[in-house]
């Protein structure tokens, strides 16, 4: 009878041991029930100096919750049963080690609840074997991206956000119900599940809160409807207000000060959006010219990083917005949307005051990003008239006045048959509105320019739906200087050479002096492939100066070799481009050239190949190249570790790659260097004999890039039934890896860490690659992983996770594809040479297409046809193209497949 009881009384201990979830600190977990008697058991481990809170968040209606914790057979806390949804407040465990804790309640029918697991202090207690960070799935955000929308259903309860923050960053998070009744609510947590308080309501629609980060890492916020019983329609977003050098970059089309867009027509759920470069010292006014009914247009405003300069600012007037003065130096991205049931028709324009120096944003290629479809410009000189029909079908003309400062003008504008009312608006060369035109059947107005330069006129019939016979006419009164045709334009200097040094030192002010053959000619001066300047004034009556130089706060990591100020005369003479050359501490380089940008390598366990890349001297002095190898020379080895070119001369390196590696692939980077220049050679070895591995790591290399830090998922296994201890380092400070440990789990089923840009890179702006890597250290043996930091822009599709492992408990794997562009659908094709694997059902040997929605996400799923020998890894090339009827460049990204057998390899 005793054995018995003995027996009973170690299945319960067993059984109520298996059903502890084992948990991290910062860890949160979806709805969970109890009833009473049936309490929730978890895990955890902390030490000395953390203090342990525990939120219970409360789904049933007046429900209470209990809390025990225990260490081994000692009760150390126990909590009666509270309505307080903080159950456990600062627990201070005594040792470090592992605890205990049952969540209870009293309420007969049972309650349900949402928990935290929060963590004050070090907080860098191991965790449990087997830990998870919370059954609650995670929407990843990246701050300053576009909002994401969605349907937030009754059922669902609650729903999971993270997104990545810099210490003392300033962040914004904006949760906005889009329809029906339903209260928005989140609460916000630092990565280690500290709540942090401070949200605030702005009706019963928004609900938001601003947050300094305390610590590098990921933050979370857990969002749901306030009474959890309605659907909630919601938009989020999460907005960098300060640094937001890291945030994604816009993708709609580009307008320069003055630009004028024709006829556009959107209706409810639609949006025109479109960006534009501007000072902190210009005041921006956006005219929004209703075009038939009368309309109801909204604007948001947001400042890179995403930040709202103005919020959903509604209103049937034009101006919407009138002399604003803007908080930096940057690029803006204005949003335009309506209330209108049928729709609202417009045209609009962009309007400045202030330096207004020109230029719009630019890619990654440091050139101009494509335009708005403006308005073609008609010129139209002083002394001479224009005639035609402005037909119902153009609704709209817009022409090229011929001005200069010290002239008087009358500009007429006559009906020449029917009875269509001519109108016409006039606008100086950065589109502030000039007032004063009258009449009805002719109507005039006198313009005296203030600014130089040509200014505009945009010419319509009243009601827009009768046309018009007109005759324009642009008449010089008084003194007509400069209206000579035909002057010639002359530059000095003929190059702009300006300077950045490592301090604030250095050539950034460049006077230009400006000469005519006609002395009294008016000349524009106009930015070209160059943001990062502005141009003062942007015209002037020659001969004159105008003075370039660098924005405040301006961005000049990429700077396009076809930088230049582009003078044209106005009275028709040929345009003139004055080349801008921009050095800095990364362009005063020594320059060579390499015959390639990468090599693989297939290598027999014990074997060995070599292959030569060839470096040539574009340099106008002798310079020195050294070969730094990202790989031990026990893989790789680069022979001779410098070569002296003298210039125009080419000499070679010669790679020689070994099958002694600890894992079956590896990839990694040379660098080639100066001191001042740099190239990379990616390097992968893949090893094609001796057997399989027990551990195993994919991806084998991982790009992250700068403005757009998302965490990427690396992926850890073994494939046998042993649990190895890992240990996770990275090469420097500019990477940030979380986990730093943990133990494989048993039988081919991978755990996971994420990789990230560290404060290191963010705080610090990189202006070229940045080779590095992550360093899996297993017993005696370490497999590695390469990383890059990239400050060029990241392609606009991308995987968040760039590796499947499939395994015989596993065969399949679905990869989440992510559109970044808000605009154009996005066309794949994936593409690999492995007959094993397939995507989507289909052979990856044969191509695999498919189309990802702007801004959203769809499915790869890579399954087996057979199963390979275990270890076998495949490199499947990703395409995707973005633009009208998929005309865009060609992005390429890779991802790796992985198939482990359990049971099989050697074991370190």
């Not at 609650?158 to 609510?185: A, I």
């Not at 099958?659 to 980077?669: I, V």
């Not at 408990?809 to 562009?821: H, R």
């Amino acid at each position: 009878m005793q054995a018995l009881l003995t027996v009973l009384l170690l299945f319960t201990f067993i059984q109520g041991l298996s059903a502890q979830v084992p948990l991290a600190l910062g860890a949160i977990v979806g709805e969970t029930s109890v009833r009473p008697g049936e309490p929730y058991r978890f895990r955890f481990r902390a030490g000395t100096k953390d203090r342990i809170t525990i939120y219970a968040n409360e789904l049933t209606t007046s429900a209470c919750f209990s809390a025990k914790i225990t260490r081994g057979k000692d009760e150390l806390l126990k909590q009666s049963c509270s309505t307080n949804n903080t159950v456990v407040s600062a627990f201070p465990p005594p040792v470090e080690d592992e605890y205990v804790v049952e969540i209870g309640t009293t309420r007969t029918g049972g309650a349900a609840f949402w928990l935290v697991l929060a963590c004050d202090g070090p907080c860098s207690a191991e965790p449990p074997e087997g830990a998870e960070a919370g059954s609650m799935e995670v929407n990843r955000m990246a701050p300053g991206a576009l909002p994401l929308e969605g349907l937030l259903e009754s059922g669902s309860r609650v729903r999971r956000f993270q997104f990545p923050v810099v210490k003392n960053g300033r962040y914004q998070v904006r949760l906005e119900r889009t329809d029906g009744s339903g209260l928005p609510r989140f609460n916000l947590y630092n990565p280690a599940g500290k709540y942090i308080p401070g949200a605030e309501t702005h009706g019963s629609a928004v609900y938001q809160q601003t947050v300094s980060a305390s610590t590098d890492g990921d933050y979370q916020f857990v969002m749901y409807e306030s009474g959890y019983n309605s659907d909630l329609p919601y938009r989020v977003e999460v907005n960098c207000l300060l640094p937001c050098s890291m945030a994604p970059a816009y993708e709609d089309p580009t307008l320069r000060s003055g630009d004028v867009v024709g006829v556009t027509t959107i209706h409810p759920e639609e949006l025109y959006s479109f960006q534009f470069l501007a000072d902190q010292k210009d005041r921006i006014t956006l005219y929004l010219n209703d075009i038939g009914v009368s309309s109801i247009n909204c604007l948001t405003l947001r400042a890179q990083g995403g930040q709202r300069v103005v919020d959903n600012a509604c209103t049937s007037r034009s101006p919407i917005i009138s002399d604003l003065t803007l908080p930096t130096t940057g690029v803006y991205r204005a949003e335009i949307t309506t209330t209108r049931d049928g729709g609202s028709t417009f045209w609009l324009v962009l309007g400045c005051d202030g330096p207004c120096g020109g230029g719009v944003p630019v890619g990654a290629d440091g050139k101009e990003l494509p335009s708005a479809a403006v308005m073609p410009l008609i010129p139209l000189k002083a002394g001479a008239s224009q005639k035609g029909l402005l037909s119902t079908a153009e609704r709209m003309l817009r022409f090229n006045l011929d001005t200069v400062p010290s002239n008087t003008y009358q500009v007429k504008l006559t009906r020449t048959a029917g009875n269509g009312l001519p109108v016409f608006y006039l606008y100086n060369s950065v589109g502030k509105y000039i007032p004063g035109g009258a009449g009805s059947t002719v109507r005039t107005q006198t313009l005296v320019p203030a600014s130089s330069g040509p200014h505009q006129l945009v010419m319509l019939e009243s009601g827009y739906n009768t046309d018009l016979p007109y005759k324009l006419e642009l008449v010089c009164q008084s003194p007509c200087l400069g209206t000579e045709a035909g002057a010639e334009v002359t530059i000095a200097p003929d190059v702009i050479r300006m300077e950045v040094s490592e301090g604030d030192g250095g050539v950034v002010r460049v006077p230009i002096d400006i000469t005519t053959s006609v002395p009294g000619t008016a000349v524009q001066v106009e930015v070209v492939n160059a943001p990062w300047v502005r141009v003062s004034p942007g015209a002037i009556v020659a001969p004159g100066q105008v003075v370039v130089e660098l924005r405040d706060g301006a961005d000049y990591s990429t700077v396009s070799p076809d930088a230049a100020i582009r003078v044209t005369s106005v009275s028709g003479g040929a345009s003139v481009l004055v080349p801008i050359e921009l050095r800095t501490p990364a362009t005063a380089r020594e320059s060579f050239s390499v015959t390639t940008e990468g090599v693989q390598f297939d290598v027999e366990a014990k074997g060995q190949k070599s292959e030569i890349v060839e470096v040539t001297s574009e340099s106008e002095v002798p310079i020195v190249v050294r070969a730094i190898s990202g790989l031990p020379t026990s893989v790789l080895e680069v022979t001779p570790a410098e070569v002296a070119l003298e210039p125009g001369e080419t000499k070679a390196f010669a790679l020689t790659a070994k099958g002694a590696l600890a894992q079956d692939a590896l990839r990694a980077a040379v660098v080639l260097s100066t001191g001042t220049e740099r190239k990379l050679v990616s390097v992968t070895v893949i090893r094609t004999g001796g057997g399989d591995l027990t551990v195993g790591v994919a991806p084998t290399s991982i790009d992250l890039y700068t403005s757009r830090n998302f965490p990427q998922t690396v992926q850890v296994w073994n494939s046998k039934d042993d649990q190895l201890r890992w240990d996770a380092t990275v090469s420097s400070t500019l990477f940030s890896a979380e986990p730093r440990f943990a133990l494989t789990l048993p039988g081919a089923h991978p755990n996971t860490l994420e990789v990230s840009l560290g404060s290191t890179a963010i705080s610090n702006k990189l202006l070229e690659p940045v080779p590095g890597s992550l360093v899996f250290q297993v017993q005696s043996s370490q497999i590695e992983v390469g990383l890059m930091a990239k400050p060029s822009s990241p392609p606009k599709l991308y995987a968040l996770e760039a590796a499947a492992v499939l395994s015989p408990d596993n065969p399949s794997k679905s990869i989440q594809l992510n559109s970044a562009n808000p605009r154009y659908v996005a066309c794949v094709t994936l593409s690999g040479t492995d007959s094993w694997l397939r995507a989507n059902g289909s052979a990856v040997s044969g191509g695999v297409a498919l189309s990802v929605q702007p801004g959203k996400s769809a499915p790869v799923t890579f399954s087996i046809s057979e199963a390979p020998p275990s270890g076998t890894r495949a490199f499947v090339t990703v395409e995707s193209r973005h633009g009208e009827s998929c005309s865009g460049e060609v992005e390429r990204m890779s991802l790796e497949v992985v198939y482990v057998s359990g049971q099989q390899g050697q074991v370190f």
